[in-house]
């Protein structure tokens, strides 16, 4: 199951406000199976209009630095062929997926539809109900270093939003590596049963004739009292 954990970063809160607010960064992280396969998707995007101070009080990121930034159009085909038909993992799914969906549409794209969108705000609210449910809290709950996570990143943010997916699905070992093993070929998109076969030969006996003949004696000895002749 190839999975993708994604994160934007913004101009502001709506991209049908008066100048549209536009997206400014996106991250993705790719999950086979959900472990990580260490492929990452990230692009910086000049929204062709200012940064207001509010957000760049939230990602750092300036217009100035954007400017010789690749625009919407240029890097949508590039983000649709990364993600292709992964199901999307995102903390407060509904707001990046309408941003993804607007600039979608302003390219005459067909839009993302929402039930390809998994919300881990929504799986951590049912899941702690009435307690804080932000990427930093859940990071303080799992214990999940977020040290770095000084201003919001999309990349970071993905890669932390991946560790808390995981607690939140059960655990990097919910099966304590009981299940048979999952092989992940990430270039080929596909995963594959795997088990030991068996042995073409069999080893050889490593039991002496004298050991055996012991074996023997020392069963016969303990006659009808052995606990395996005692009748069930």
Known sequence: MREIVLDTETTGLDPFDTPPHRIVEIGAVELWNQVPTGNTYHQYINPDRDMPPEAFAVHGISAAFLADKPRFADIARGFLDFITDAQLIIHNASFDMRFLNAELSWLG????????????????????????????AL????????????????????????????????????????????IADPARHETCDWRPAPRPKPLPQRLTDAERAAHDAMVAELGAGAIWSKPR
């Open 139 to 182: 990071c303080r709950r799992f214990g999940i270093d977020n040290t770095k996570r000084s201003l919001h990143g999309a990349l970071l943010d993905s890669e932390i939003l991946a560790e808390v997916y995981l607690e939140l699905t059960g655990g990097r070992q919910a099966d304590f590596g009981l299940g048979a093993a999952r």
């Open 109 to 136: 794209m067909p839009s993302l539809p929402d039930q390809r969108a998994t919300d881990t705000l929504l799986m951590a609210r049912r899941r702690f109900p009435g307690s804080p449910a932000s990427l930093d």
